[in-house]
């Protein structure tokens, strides 16, 4: 299913032939943008696995739940800076019009 604007495609570098301050601007929300998606992307592997309805690799408990916790923020960290689902660059996008 294609939605519109929604691409897994990286987000642009930020210009560099404009005024140094609004390329420092695009840098951060660019930034921001894909903090957004990886914490999007880590409560989505939260909640499947909440849904898969597993006991887990370790047998439960506290120690796993912290593990699980820091093994999904790390993929969707490394998922993100790849690309992700496409959310960072949709935002990046919109937000940018907003600002001009």
Do not use: C, H, V
């Given at each position: 299913m294609q939605?519109?604007?929604?691409?897994?495609?990286?987000l642009p570098k930020a210009a560099t032939s404009s005024a140094p301050s609004q390329a420092?601007?695009?840098?951060?929300?660019?930034?921001a943008c894909?903090?957004?998606e990886t914490l999007f992307l880590t409560q989505l592997f939260a909640q499947m696995?909440?849904?898969?309805?597993?006991?887990?690799?370790m047998?439960?408990?506290?120690?796993?739940?912290?593990?699980?916790?820091?093994?999904?923020e790390e993929r969707a960290k490394?998922?993100?800076?790849?690309?992700g689902v496409?959310?960072?660059?949709?935002?990046?996008?919109?937000?940018k019009q907003q600002n001009l």
């Open positions: 939605i519109e604007g929604f691409t897994p495609e990286p420092q601007d695009e840098a951060k929300l660019q930034e894909k903090q957004f696995r909440k849904s898969s309805g597993s006991s887990g690799i047998g439960g408990g506290q120690g796993e739940e912290m593990f699980q916790g820091m093994l999904d490394n998922w993100a800076q790849e690309g496409g959310l960072a660059n949709l935002l990046f996008q919109q937000m």
